[in-house]
């Protein structure tokens, strides 16, 4: 039994790895906007600015190391990685502002848990979270051919 898991693990560890550091970036998020708009009383869009520069260079490290596995910190290549990388978020980022409303004006618009419009919500979450995974795959962490 342990050596299924161990196999199924090792077919899915990329994709398991994303999920996992996902999950830590939203917390990272939550914990610095908390902090950039409590104590420091930097207001909501500051807050929720320096909240997104915080998970976004997070999961690049994270993304950088564990994920995808691109170990190397010479110059220029990482900052390549990490212009695409963030390219690569303020793109889904643009998705996602645009995607919420159209997918509400197509009749997405229904409530979940009491709010309104949350179904368009979640279906753009999981688009925005597949589409980081091939940006950061396929764009900012893609492997040389040797």
Known sequence: M??????????YREIISYLF????TTLVSWAAYALFAGPLSLGV???NVLSWVCA???AFVTNKLWVFD???WAWPGW??????????RIFSGVVELGGLPLLMALGLDQALFGVEGFAAKVVISVVVIILN??????????KKKP
């Open 70 to 72: 691109s170990k190397s």
């Open 56 to 58: 976004v260079s997070f």
């Open 2 to 11: 342990a050596e299924k898991l161990r196999a199924l693990f090792e077919k």
């Open 45 to 47: 869009t500051a807050a």
């Open 133 to 142: 995974y091939f940006l950061s795959k396929f764009i900012a962490f893609r």
């Open 79 to 88: 900052l390549k990685e990490a212009a695409a990388f963030f390219g690569g």
């Open 21 to 24: 550091f996902g999950g830590l």
